[in-house]
């Protein structure tokens, strides 16, 4: 807990972890990413990745969290990925991205998402992506609870693809987008027993970690 804490730099922390556990210690913070609730991010290598290889990806991980940081609806936590390294959430709220119960894009949230895709993650083609939609635990009209659990999954789905296909458009390459997948009511980080905490469960996250190619750039001492 106290290598996610805000007091720490990617920096500061990529050295830590690089010098230790590495992948064993990724596979135990990775699932703890968003506040002990979100998804474990990137494909474990397998083989602990050396200190001065970490502070070379927190330094990466610092600049690229303080340009999705300058977006506007935009959300950014420091997080850890399954390899141990550091890694960037970036949370864009449903209620800035959809209306309810669509999964289109506002004319706001596309200005947003253009802006993320062109300041953030073509400046960093190196960094793998991962998206995850979710909703709250609402139930549907004439549904029944499972019926409305797998429409919340499906709606999920549409959004995170949503925000994948808009940025592919804006020119982010599609092989840097790892994966998309929707999780519905899952991982909720608020509580869905108000409108306040169902607003804060109805999000679309965003995961930047070091690609395969950025580590070995690291360990080869090359990575800029």
Same mark, same amino acid.
């Given at each position: &807990?106290?290598?996610?804490?805000?007091? &720490?730099?990617?920096?500061?922390?990529?050295?830590?972890?690089?010098?230790?556990?590495?992948?064993?210690?990724?596979?135990?913070?990775?699932?703890?990413?968003?506040?002990?609730?979100?998804?474990?991010?990137?494909?474990?290598?397998?083989?602990?990745?050396?200190?001065?290889?970490?502070?070379?990806?927190?330094?990466?991980? %610092?600049?690229?969290?303080?340009?999705?940081?300058?977006?506007?609806?935009?959300?950014?936590?420091?997080?850890?990925?399954?390899?141990?390294?550091?890694?960037?959430?970036?949370?864009? %709220?449903?209620?800035?991205?959809?209306?309810?119960?669509?999964?289109?894009?506002?004319?706001?949230?596309?200005?947003?998402?253009?802006?993320?895709?062109?300041?953030?993650?073509?400046?960093?083609?190196? &960094? %793998?992506?991962?998206?995850?939609?979710?909703?709250?635990?609402?139930?549907?009209?004439?549904?029944?609870?499972?019926?409305?659990?797998?429409?919340?999954?499906?709606?999920?789905?549409?959004?995170?693809?949503?925000?994948?296909?808009?940025?592919?458009?804006?020119?982010?390459?599609?092989?840097?987008?790892?994966?998309?997948?929707?999780?519905?009511?899952?991982?909720?980080?608020? %509580?869905?027993?108000?409108?306040?905490?169902?607003?804060?469960?109805?999000?679309?996250?965003?995961?930047?970690?070091?690609?395969?190619?950025?580590?070995?750039?690291?360990?080869?001492?090359?990575?800029?």
């Amino acid at each position: &807990m106290i290598l996610s804490g805000c007091g &720490m730099s990617n920096t500061a922390k990529g050295g830590l972890i690089g010098g230790g556990g590495g992948a064993a210690l990724g596979a135990l913070i990775g699932g703890l990413a968003g506040k002990g609730k979100g998804a474990a991010i990137g494909a474990a290598i397998g083989t602990a990745v050396g200190a001065g290889a970490g502070v070379l990806i927190g330094k990466k991980m %610092d600049k690229a969290a303080a340009e999705a940081a300058a977006i506007e609806g935009a959300q950014v936590e420091q997080v850890t990925d399954n390899n141990g390294l550091q890694a960037v959430k970036v949370t864009f %709220d449903s209620g800035i991205l959809f209306n309810t119960g669509a999964s289109n894009l506002s004319a706001s949230a596309q200005s947003s998402l253009s802006k993320f895709a062109n300041n953030v993650l073509k400046q960093n083609a190196n &960094m %793998d992506v991962e998206i995850f939609g979710y909703t709250d635990n609402q139930g549907w009209k004439n549904s029944t609870p499972e019926q409305s659990k797998q429409k919340n999954i499906d709606l999920s789905q549409q959004r995170a693809q949503s925000v994948s296909s808009y940025l592919l458009s804006c020119g982010v390459p599609t092989a840097q987008v790892k994966s998309v997948t929707g999780m519905g009511e899952e991982n909720p980080i608020a %509580d869905n027993s108000t409108a306040a905490g169902r607003e804060q469960n109805r999000r679309v996250e965003v995961y930047m970690y070091a690609s395969q190619a950025m580590i070995q750039e690291a360990e080869a001492g090359t990575l800029q």
